[in-house]
C-alpha cells in the first residue's frame, strides 16, 4: 500500500512539473532572424561595403600606376641590358627586384589596411545590430530570438517566426534617420543666417 502511494504520488509531482513546464512553454514568444538576410540588406552593411570598394579602387589604383611604371621599366632594362654591359645589367636587376619587392609589400600592406579597417567598422556595426535585436526583443516581449545562416542555431522555424524583415525595416529606419536630421541642420543654419 505505501509503495502505491509512493508511486502515485511520484507520478503526481512528475505530471505536475510536466504540465508546469508546458504552460510555461506555451507563454513564452519565439522568433528567429536571417542573419545573413539582414546582413545583405541592411543599408549600413551596404554602405560599408560600397566605401570599402571604393578605398579599395582609389588605392590600387595608385598601387596600379606605381606597377605600369616598373613594368616600363623591366622592359626598358631588357632592351638596354647588352648595350650596357652585365655590370649595369647586374645593378639595374637588383634595383628592379628590391622595386618588385616592395610592390609587393605595399599590395599586401595595403589589402591588410582595409581589411582592418573595413574589419573593424563591421565588427561595430554587428554590435549596434545584436543590441537592437536585443532591445527589440525586451520591448516585444519576445522569450528568445534565434538567429539563422552560416553558423545557424536553428535547423527549422515556422515561417511565422521569421521576424527578418521587421528588425530590417527597423534598422534601416534607425540608420536612415540620422542622416535625415544632419541634411535638414544645414538647410536651418542657412536660413537662420539669412
Do not use: H
Request: charged letters at 35%.
Amino acid at each position: 500500500m505505501k509503495k502505491t502511494i509512493v508511486a502515485f504520488a511520484i507520478a503526481f509531482s512528475l505530471f505536475s512539473c510536466n504540465k508546469e513546464e508546458q504552460v510555461k512553454t506555451a507563454t513564452e514568444k519565439t522568433a528567429y532572424v536571417n542573419t545573413v538576410e539582414l546582413m545583405e540588406k541592411y543599408t549600413e552593411s551596404k554602405d560599408l561595403q560600397a566605401k570599402y570598394k571604393q578605398k579599395g579602387e582609389t588605392m590600387g589604383r595608385e598601387l596600379d600606376q606605381q606597377v605600369k611604371r616598373f613594368q616600363e621599366e623591366a622592359q626598358n632594362f631588357q632592351r638596354n641590358a647588352q648595350a650596357n654591359g652585365p655590370e649595369w645589367a647586374q645593378r639595374k636587376g637588383a634595383e628592379l627586384q628590391k622595386r618588385e619587392q616592395e610592390l609587393t609589400y605595399a599590395q599586401q600592406s595595403m589589402m591588410r589596411q582595409l581589411q582592418d579597417e573595413s574589419g573593424v567598422e563591421m565588427d561595430s556595426m554587428k554590435s549596434r545590430m545584436k543590441k537592437f535585436i536585443q532591445d527589440y526583443g525586451k520591448k516585444n516581449g519576445y522569450t528568445y530570438i534565434y538567429g539563422t545562416g552560416e553558423a545557424s542555431t536553428i535547423l527549422y522555424g515556422k515561417d511565422g517566426l521569421d521576424i527578418t524583415d521587421k528588425i530590417l525595416k527597423e534598422l534601416n529606419d534607425k540608420y536612415k534617420a540620422p542622416a535625415k536630421e544632419e541634411e535638414k541642420a544645414p538647410a536651418t543654419t542657412e536660413a537662420e543666417k539669412k
